[in-house]
């Protein structure tokens, strides 16, 4: 079946470009050629799933077999929505607009918390029962993405979820249903619940007792815990050199080349880095083929380098210097955002000369430098003035700084420290162009200010949020230390909140995340849609506390919702890192010194401390 | 040189607004490896001029666009590059030089005209559509003609484009349709620029062809 779009329908919504279909790349397979359908659904709007590059890959890789036909569905905006409903158009792809319900797979890329309702409201759309309990045939629903290591508030919603790299799993994945085609839906999922890297919730039963859960049980075969999926060599997998061009603007209208996975810094907030683990780069050869092969299929004029850490890749001043030159003769700028503060050089800055110049980022994410030190990002003051006078005099005037409130031990002097360290810029950049160092037009400094979300598989994960309450006091406190003169932009204190609450949840939050959908939240993480009070509505109504999930400090002891889920890194190690936060020791980084995180030979991760992954690229020090 | 490119914009393209489709063009030159001249200063673009901005939802067969290149190329050598590099939808139809000297596309475009298609089923028309159509005089310089084919009503427009401002072509075709008593959404008319025309303000305009 295909489904009809009218003209009238496209004409009364808006971004109508959103659901065509039709762009460059794009593949469009005969169904009845191939042994697997598999609908790739991304659980935000058209622009904002396009810019994501685990998209782009996992459609390549799976289209590149003969036997699988890939597909793209995003949420449709509200308007549409309304459209479809009134209509009763089911959701589809926009490949083949083949009804979602008639595929044999559909794949959700969990990306970050708010966007759990998105998935309800695709998953209605479609009109498949939402929980996986209820299912008896249509397709398997699977998920994966970086949620998908604490995946617990929506897993009763997913046959099987994913951990880790897509694009070896995948394959294994397609391969066992097309092998067990004919089996029945529990026998395929026991096949799937045997291949490294698959998570079959409805294996698992979970004890609770009071708060916490007392413990997670597999059934029988279940595999404890489940291991998260490596792909060891970046090298050897299908390079995501065609992505789909879309035909409106994206978020990122940039080819978007990966330069490695995983982090060697273990700064200790953060989520990606740990459960990245190890480092694995491409090499040098690899991005620069990558890069002129997608820009060749794209006719893009931005290549964007992507990692965790851009400033950590091996031989970068080299890779920007020798691909810069390359992209600029054919007239494509290259940026780098995550860059280091304390690994800036002129150097770098130099080869970044863009055709046009956007804007510098960095991450001091702390105000002082003791707090620094506790979340392991041990910059100095020096260090970062440094940076900022050195991007200066390469003609940079925009800057833009990222911090993080309510970390912890954080105290008033720490949110002091952040207005202190924009004060001493702004000055420095004031005597900078009066003595002519600095050309260029006047400084513009943003400022943006996140609240702290604790995150499972990291050194924080037993950390309580503070309250929302607290978080607003601090915030004030940088308002009014700021005055107008500061571009100062702020998360929503309630949608951390929600965040945090999710984060580390449990599967006793699922009905809270059904009710909020029904009562009408949708594209909570879109600041026009956010609607906290749908959502106080839904806690209270299914009985739920958030305040329990967000700002309830962990015990050590405690068994955790996700510690059956094993991205690689012992428990142990982070309770250490843990307790050497609060004494505000610092960690050096992986490539410096291995600290027996656990990672090193398992699950196939190759983790070589001072050794490279890979021939032929300079390994940079780091001085910390 | 300097090469005008006439451009269809059909299909699901139709649904994509001008900027997009500056970019997508911007994109296919990029990937045509064709010898594009780029334009002085701070940032430098890719020197291609285009005709009056179609609306979301027009669907075209005539779109102009001018070429600068740097070095010469055999114009349908160009127009065969470009069309195996655009998306579906756009195609490049025709393709010739014009002197380097000659006013641009929205200096010489006087007027556009537009073919609107509306399909009546299940809408109130009231009876005697027919006649009333039969007998719709020009109340409106814009409308050239009013056809009704079976259910189909076909509406003729010429309206000023370009440089000259004039009324869209949506609002001549909802007074029409408000004229002939006929109750229907908006969103139900499908609008199709069918050519471009210069000199009207002289004269009797005439097509643009390359």
């Not at chain 2, 911007?26 to 890719?46: D, K, Q, V």
Request: proline content about 6%.
């Amino acid at each position: 079946m295909r489904v009809e779009l009218p003209h009238d329908l496209l004409m009364s919504v808006t971004r109508p470009g959103r659901y065509t279909g039709g762009e460059q790349n794009s593949t469009v397979k005969d169904h009845a050629l191939v042994s697997l359908t598999f609908a790739l659904a991304f659980p935000d709007t058209y622009e904002v799933g396009m810019s994501h590059l685990g998209l782009h890959i996992l459609y390549q890789e799976l289209n590149r077999r003969s036997d699988t036909a890939a597909e793209r569905v995003f949420a449709p905006w509200v308007d549409m929505e309304q459209a479809m409903r009134a209509r009763d158009i089911p959701l589809h792809t926009l490949e083949s607009r083949r009804p979602v319900r008639e595929f044999d797979l559909v794949g959700f890329s969990l990306q970050y918390e708010l966007q759990y309702t998105n998935v309800l409201l695709m998953l209605d759309l479609a009109g498949i029962p939402r929980r996986a309990a209820d299912r008896e045939d249509g397709p398997l629903i699977c998920a994966g993405g970086p949620c998908a290591v604490n995946p617990e508030p929506v897993a009763d919603l997913f046959d099987f979820i994913v951990l880790g790299d897509g694009e070896e799993v995948v394959h294994d994945v397609v391969d066992c249903m097309i092998g067990s085609s004919g089996e029945d839906r529990g026998e395929v999922l026991a096949r799937l619940s045997r291949v490294d890297g698959v998570y079959v919730p409805g294996g698992y039963e979970v004890l609770y007792e009071g708060d916490r859960v007392s413990g997670v049980s597999p059934g029988p075969d279940m595999p404890v815990p489940v291991r998260r999926r490596i792909v060891t060599d970046l090298g050897s997998v299908s390079p995501p050199d065609r992505p789909v061009v879309p035909l409106i603007q994206a978020v990122h209208d940039r080819a978007a080349i990966e330069l490695f996975r995983g982090c060697s810094r273990g700064c200790r907030f953060c989520q990606a880095g740990f459960t990245g683990r190890p480092v694995r780069e491409r090499s040098l050869e690899q991005v620069c083929d990558l890069a002129h092969a997608t820009i060749a299929a794209t006719g893009y004029e931005e290549a964007s380098l992507l990692s965790l850490s851009s400033s950590d890749y091996s031989g970068i001043e080299q890779l920007c210097d020798r691909l810069g030159g390359e992209l600029r003769r054919q007239r494509v700028s290259l940026s780098l955002p995550s860059l280091r503060v304390d690994k800036f050089s002129v150097g770098l800055a130099g080869s970044l000369q863009q055709v046009r110049k956007s804007g510098l980022t960095f991450a001091p994410e702390a105000g002082t430098e003791r707090l620094r030190r506790v979340i392991n990002k041990g910059i100095l003051d020096e260090e970062l003035m440094a940076t900022a006078v050195a991007a200066w005099q390469s003609g940079w005037d925009r800057l833009k700084l990222y911090f993080m409130i309510g970390l912890p031990t954080e105290t008033e002097e720490d949110v002091a420290g952040i207005i202190e360290l924009v004060r001493q810029l702004k000055q420095r950049h004031r005597e900078g162009r009066r003595s002519g160092e600095f050309k260029g037009r006047g400084l513009k400094l943003a400022v943006s200010v996140a609240t702290f979300v604790p995150k499972p598989h990291t050194p924080f994960q037993w950390v309580g949020q503070l309250s929302s309450g607290q978080i607003n006091e601090r915030l004030q406190l940088l308002r009014s230390g700021f005055g107008r003169k500061v571009d100062l932009s702020t998360h929503d204190p309630l949608a951390s909140r929600l965040e945090a609450v999710l984060a580390r949840g449990d599967r006793r939050l699922l009905p809270v995340i059904e009710r909020a959908y029904e009562l009408g939240s949708r594209f909570d993480a879109w600041t026009e849609r956010w609607r906290p009070e749908l959502w106080d509505q839904a806690f209270r109504e299914c009985g739920v506390d958030p305040a329990r999930y967000a700002e309830r400090q962990r015990e050590p002891e405690e068994v955790l919702p996700w510690d059956h889920l094993d991205v690689g890194v012992d428990k142990e190690f982070l309770w250490n890192e843990f307790q050497r936060a609060l004494s505000g020791d610092l960690t050096p980084g992986c490539r410096q010194q291995c600290m027996n995180c656990g990672i090193t030979g398992r699950y196939g991760a190759v983790c070589g401390g001072r050794e490279r992954p890979h021939a032929g690229a300079t390994a940079t020090d780091e001085t910390r | 040189m300097r090469v005008r490119l006439q451009l269809t914009k059909q299909g699901d393209l139709r649904y994509i607004s001008q900027l997009d489709l500056v970019r997508m063009v911007e994109r296919a030159i990029r990937m045509s490896g064709l010898p594009i001249a780029y334009s002085e200063g701070y940032n430098p673009r890719p020197r291609v001029a285009y005709s009056p901005a179609l609306p979301v939802g027009v669907s075209s067969d005539t779109e102009f666009i001018d070429v600068w290149l740097e070095s010469r190329r055999d114009p349908r050598a160009v127009a065969h590059r470009l069309n195996e590099v655009l998306p579906r939808g756009a195609r490049v139809v025709a393709a010739g030089e014009v002197l380097l000297s000659a006013p641009s596309l929205s200096a010489v475009i006087s007027d556009a005209e537009y073919r609107a298609m509306v399909n009546l089923t299940d809408c109130e028309s009231g009876q005697d559509l027919a006649l009333r159509v039969e007998n719709y005089g020009r109340q409106d310089d814009c409308v050239t003609f009013v056809e009704l084919k079976g259910n189909l009503l076909v509406i003729g427009l010429m309206v000023p484009a370009g440089s000259r401002s004039g009324p869209r072509p949506r609002d001549v075709v909802s007074q029409v349709l408000s004229d002939l008593g006929i109750n229907i959404s908006p969103e139900r008319v499908e609008v199709h620029r069918c050519r471009l025309l210069v000199g009207g303000r002289e004269g009797m305009p005439r097509p643009l062809a390359v």
